[in-house]
């Protein structure tokens, strides 16, 4: 059973940048998509972006296209979710999470059998 831990969240002014880290405990990662996940107060939980480890296909949703971006170390088995251009809307409790995914289920939270803390993301002036 992998373990995930999110860092990274903090408070940010409107049009500023964060990036999270989401460390695996092991490499079996590496057999996974690794997904990003996000929840506002009194809404519920979205897809933001995602990578299958292996061969690096990356899924994202229209709402953070071009102001997010995905990535992974395979010495840290690590995957950072490096997020540009921050709005109000941005602000939320975000996840990583893991689990064996396809096409169809790569935006699905049902699909991620591992799931991080979360990380607040605040954005705020």
């Known amino acids: 059973q992998v373990q995930l831990v999110e860092s990274g969240g903090g408070l940010v002014q409107p049009g500023g940048s964060l990036r999270l880290s989401c460390a695996a405990s092991d490499s079996t990662i590496r057999d996974y998509t690794v997904g990003w996940f996000r929840q506002a107060p009194g809404k519920e939980r979205e897809f933001v972006t995602g990578?299958?480890?292996?061969?690096?296909?990356?899924y994202a949703a229209d709402s953070v296209k071009g102001r997010f971006a995905v990535s992974r170390d395979y010495a840290k088995n690590t995957v950072y979710l490096q997020m540009n251009r921050l709005t109000h809307e941005d602000t939320a409790v975000y996840y990583c999470a893991a689990g064996r995914t396809i096409e169809s289920t790569v935006r699905s939270s049902g699909a991620y059998y591992y799931w991080g803390q979360g990380t607040q993301v605040t954005v705020s002036s």
């Open positions: 990578i299958r480890w292996s061969g690096g296909n990356i």
